[in-house]
């Protein structure tokens, strides 16, 4: 489900100061703003300057997160509590095994802003199904989601074959494994729900990402979306783009020269596959 792209690893790594500068440039143009940076790969917690990068956002007053696979040894983490204000944990049971990942989540659990996604792959289901176990019994303060898997990311996507069991234990994830979360602490949520608003009924409820996929709620063609103006990505090789949707076109390079929308898009997507894209303000057109 992951393209081999991402993990074959033939990217270099980007230069320190180039992103240092493209973050001051973000800082100065957003200025009065607290700005989260998000970091992702790959695994990001081998580059070799993450903890130096991490530091000079922190020296901006913003703040910083990486998405990581958990592979690096707990005794790492233990070290490096204070350079992180969130941590997005992947579990990919085809590549390490429940308990070594589950002790790097146990090391940091309640030291910042933790979150757990589980790669719910049908072949290892049981692994899986541990993971979210000792997690949700096991930890306190950590957030969790069992995540549906898409394969053929691109133009063909589609969820992968799941049996009508799993999909119920995917549909009532929030009952089995949500609702059971232990807060002891609070932190701030970088990469939230999403409130969705009847401005007709005037009612509204929350949804997250992963919730909205599994049921088929995740299409907002033709919908003003705010990716661009609320977020923006930056690809491997310093494109800017509004979204890993790429909807629009690309706004520019991080590492020359770019110009920021200031305006929505227009979605012409069949689906919102990435959390990321989903988490961004959308407003269907009002037909006249």
Not at 82 to 88: A, T
């Amino acid at each position: 489900y992951c393209p081999e792209f991402l993990h074959a690893g033939t990217v270099e790594w980007p230069d320190i100061g180039i992103l240092q500068k493209f973050i001051q440039d973000m800082s100065d143009h957003f200025i009065g703003k607290q700005i989260y940076f998000e970091f992702t790969g790959g695994e990001v917690t081998l580059y070799p300057h993450l903890l130096e990068l991490c530091d000079f956002i922190h020296g901006l007053n913003h703040t910083v997160g990486i998405i990581s696979n958990g592979t690096r040894h707990h005794n790492w983490w233990s070290k490096q509590k204070d350079k992180f204000d969130h941590v997005c944990f992947s579990y990919h049971a085809e590549h390490t095994k429940p308990n070594k990942f589950f002790n790097v989540v146990k090391t940091v659990a309640g030291e910042f802003r933790t979150h757990v996604n589980i790669m719910m792959n049908p072949d290892k289901w049981e692994d899986c199904i541990t993971v979210a176990e000792k997690v949700t019994h096991e930890c306190e303060n950590v957030s969790l989601a069992l995540q549906p898997l898409m394969q053929g990311l691109g133009a063909e996507e589609t969820v992968f074959p799941y049996t009508s069991e799993q999909q119920e234990v995917l549909d009532r994830q929030h009952h089995l494994y949500g609702s059971k979360i232990k807060w002891t602490k609070e932190f701030n949520v970088p990469r939230g729900a999403m409130k969705m608003v009847d401005t007709v009924s005037n009612k509204s409820e929350i949804s997250s990402a992963h919730r909205l996929i599994s049921n088929n709620m995740n299409n907002w063609s033709g919908w003003e979306c705010y990716a661009g103006l609320e977020n923006l990505v930056i690809d491997w090789d310093g494109s800017i783009l509004r979204g890993w949707c790429r909807v629009g076109p690309t706004i520019g390079n991080a590492y020359s020269s770019y110009k920021l929308p200031d305006k929505p898009v227009l979605c012409n997507k069949k689906f919102c596959h990435c959390n990321f894209d989903i988490m961004s303000k959308k407003v269907k057109i009002k037909k006249l």
